[in-house]
Each structure stands twice: as structure tokens, then as C-alpha cells.
């Protein structure tokens, strides 16, 4: 679609521009951006001079359509997506079936195809059936379309089959994503090993659990040079051993979530399952580390975190209760407030923790900046607008969330994929 956007104050790669410019769109890719762009017969939107980003990118939002329609689809996730300001979506490579071949990468394509949705990219698992005992068809998925190999939030035990995979991913140039859960020590956790814990009278999950995998995945990162991405970081010392290895040329990214550098494993207290999260929330001085993380690039990418469940398997026993928070929604709402109100972050910093990072780790070479030539994926926002979080609200599926009632700051006014007005809250 051809459009041209009008007094545009535009922030892309941690830069903001010092004036207004206008961006002329044509066939979905950005056509020229520069000042009193005249063009005839072409949709304009006016931007008001407020911020314009380019569209955030999750990189590793946990999406369930095959077999799990009814916690969120498509749709659902397009919608909730392109409210939240995302207009790049990945599907989880644990859904069913497994993403594990060519043909299922094909199906989620099919999917997808013909729907006026945000971009939506298929990761495919490591191994066969994610059972973690056999190496999946790795490269027939790359070659169909997957931007990454992920372990679907279950680690792999045997070091030897981990090693071999990190190995064959070089020759395909792929990002690999790691959770940070040894089974062992995390067998039955729920929450965070620490007072809380012991307070409820739950198993917990410690923090040596995330250390020891992340020390693994950074030694066999370090011999096999393969480029490894580690999922939703969430302990001091897991934040103090990646940036140790960054300094020492580790080829070695990380995330983490909202939740995880704004909630502390206080808000399980009274058995509150909506703060029911895997990895778990954790503590005080760890909500420092991710903050410092953020700051000296440590940690490279602010997903979402969403992972969908029903309302009804969240609201029972705790030991019981689904993990899962919704995200997308608020995943701006929560940042913005915290990181940017509150805290000594710009919204410079966004573009690139939930932007140009996600679009460079991902290989999405076209996406994550408003730059000529680029993909016309762009949101149009408002930083300063205050409002309540009401859960009810969410176009998710998953209508629960730990920061029910909570004032926040920050709207998306407009979504725009590809050239094409996705959202417009007017």
C-alpha cells in the first residue's frame, strides 16, 4: 500500500530526529523520508508531530495455534499485537505439532498467508518431537522460512546432543535460542527458591538453576562459535556471567520481559497464580542486575512475554494453576512507565531493546528502523498519555494480568505493516 505520513517526529536506531520529516510508503517499503514530501493521489496520515518508531518486534512471544486455539490464535495475536505496537511476531516452535520439519514450517505459512496480520516468522525446534534426544530437520527448516532454531522452553539434558547442534547451526548462520531451566534443580518448581517459597509452602526453582545453564550455553557458545540467543534472563548472576562473556567476544545475546525488571516474587503472595511465570520472578537485587543489563547492553532485547493461558487455568490451586502472563498488551505500557517515567532510560532505548536488536538477532535485514528502503512497519505512539491497566480491556485472549488497576503511561496511536493501517485508536 502506498500512503505518506505527515509531521512525523521520528526515533529509530537510539537516535531521535530534531524535526519533523514526512515518510513516503510505497508498495510496503519506505519510498524517502525527508521534509514537505508532496505526493498526489496518495492516503495521508497525519502523525500530529508525535513520536513515530519502527513497529516493535517479539522475538520470542509464545504463540499457540496449532492445538491450542482456544488460549490464542492468529487472530487474536495480530490484534493484540498491533494494539500493543507490534507489528513482527515469532510462533512458538512447541506448539502442535512440533515445528520439527518443513512440513509443519509450511503449514504455520499457509496460516498466515492471506490474512491482513502483522508479520508473524515460524522458529522451528531443535530436535525431533522437542523430546531433546534427536537433532530435527534443521536445515530443510531454514531453508522454509524458520528464523531461528529454539529449544521451546525445554532445555536440552544431553550436553553432547546440545554440543552437536551448536555445531551444525554454523553452517546456516542461525540464531539458536536457549531457556535457562536446569531440570534437576528446577524439578516441580514453581516459584522463586527464597522466602516466598518457603513462606507459601511451594517448591522452588533457584537462581543456581539459571546460572548453571547459562554458564553451559556461553562455554559450548564460546568453542562451537555459534550464535546463541538466551531466553528471558532473570537472576543477577546470570546477568553478571553473560556480560563476561560478551567482554571476553562470546557471540552471545539475551532478553528478558517487564515483569521480570518490574515484579519481585512478592506479588505470588496469597497464592496470587497470576504472577504464576516460568523462569520465575525473582528478587529486588535481581530486578537491579536486569536494569543494569539493560544499561550497559548486557542484555540486548525487551520481549513481551506473553504466554497465553485460559483465565480458568490460572485461577485454581497455585501448585496447579498454569504458568503465564499476557504481555503483549502492555508490554510498552509497563516499559515505558518504569524504565522511562520512573527510571533514567529514554525512549531511544526502546527502539533499539525492542526494535533494531530483535530485527538484527532474528536476521531480519529489512525490519526494525524507519530507514529508506526498509519495510514500512511503523508505530505512531504517545508517551505521555496516563491510563489504568484494566485486564478486561485486553484484546488477548489471556484477560488476566499481575498489574490489574495499575497506572501506567504511554499509547499506541496507530500500527501500520507493510504500509498498511493494521490499528488507529481514532
Excluded: W
Aim: hydrophobic letters at 35%; proline letters at 3%; glycine letters at 8%.
Amino acid at each position: 500500500m502506498d500512503l505518506l505520513i505527515k509531521n512525523a517526529k521520528i526515533v529509530s536506531n537510539g537516535i531521535m530526529e530534531k524535526e519533523c520529516k514526512d515518510i513516503y510508503i510505497e508498495n510496503g517499503v519506505i519510498k524517502n523520508i525527508d521534509k514537505n514530501i508532496n505526493v498526489e493521489n496518495i492516503k495521508i496520515l497525519d502523525a500530529k508531530n508525535n513520536l513515530v518508531l519502527p513497529g516493535f518486534i517479539d522475538i520470542e512471544c509464545r504463540i499457540f495455534e496449532n492445538g491450542y486455539e482456544s488460549k490464542e490464535n492468529v487472530i487474536k495475536l495480530s490484534q493484540a499485537g498491533s494494539k500493543g505496537g507490534f507489528t513482527t511476531i515469532t510462533t512458538s516452535s512447541s506448539a502442535k505439532p512440533i515445528v520439527d520439519n518443513k512440513t509443519v514450517v509450511e503449514y504455520i505459512h499457509s496460516k498466515c498467508k492471506g490474512i491482513n496480520n502483522i508479520n508473524l516468522y515460524p522458529i522451528g525446534n531443535m530436535t525431533k518431537g522437542g523430546e531433546g534426544k534427536e537433532i530435527a530437520e534443521i536445515g530443510e527448516m531454514i531453508l522454509t522460512g524458520v528464523v531461528a532454531i529454539s529449544d521451546g522452553g525445554v532445555p536440552i539434558e544431553d550436553t553432547s546432543l546440545l554440543r552437536d547442534i551448536f555445531l551444525y547451526s554454523k553452517m546456516f548462520d542461525v540464531t539458536l535460542m536457549t531457556t535457562l531451566i536446569e531440570h534437576n534443580l528446577s524439578k516441580n518448581g514453581t516459584v522463586n527458591y527464597g522466602y516466598m517459597a518457603t513462606k507459601l509452602g511451594l517448591i522452588g526453582i533457584p537462581r543456581e538453576a539459571e546460572e548453571i545453564e547459562t554458564s553451559k550455553n556461553i562455554i559450548l557458545a564460546k568453542y562451537t562459535g555459534a550464535k546463541v540467543h538466551i531466553s528471558y534472563v532473570t537472576t543477577k548472576g546470570a546477568v553478571e556471567l553473560i556480560r563476561s562473556a560478551k567482554k571476553e567476544g562470546v557471540n552471545i545475546t539475551c532478553s528478558t520481559a517487564p515483569h521480570y525488571f518490574t515484579l519481585t516474587d512478592s506479588a505470588i503472595d496469597n497464592y496470587n497464580t497470576l504472577a504464576k511465570v516460568m523462569p520465575p520472578l525473582r528478587e529486588e537485587e535481581d530486578i537491579i542486575a536486569i536494569k543494569e543489563g539493560l544499561k550497559d547492553g548486557t542484555i540486548d532485547i525487551i520481549a513481551s512475554g506473553h504466554s497465553p493461558s485460559l483465565y480458568e487455568k490460572k485461577v485454581m490451586e497455585f501448585e496447579r494453576a498454569d504458568f503465564g502472563i499476557s504481555g503483549l498488551d502492555v508490554a510498552f505500557n509497563i516499559t515505558n512507565t518504569k524504565l522511562i517515567k520512573e527510571g533514567d532510560f529514554s525512549i531511544e532505548d526502546i527502539t533499539l531493546f525492542m526494535s533494531k536488536n530483535p530485527a538484527k538477532i532474528l536476521g531480519l535485514n529489512n525490519k526494525g528502523e524507519i530507514k529508506q528502503g526498509y519495510d514500512a512497519d511503523i508505530i505512531i505512539i504517545d508517551k505521555d498519555t496516563k491510563k489504568t491497566i484494566k485486564s478486561s480491556e485486553f484484546v488477548s485472549r489471556a484477560k488476566y494480568s499481575p498489574y490489574e488497576n495499575m497506572t501506567v503511561f504511554g499509547d499506541i496511536l496507530t500500527t501500520i505493516v507493510g504500509g498498511n493501517i493494521l490499528y488507529n485508536k481514532e
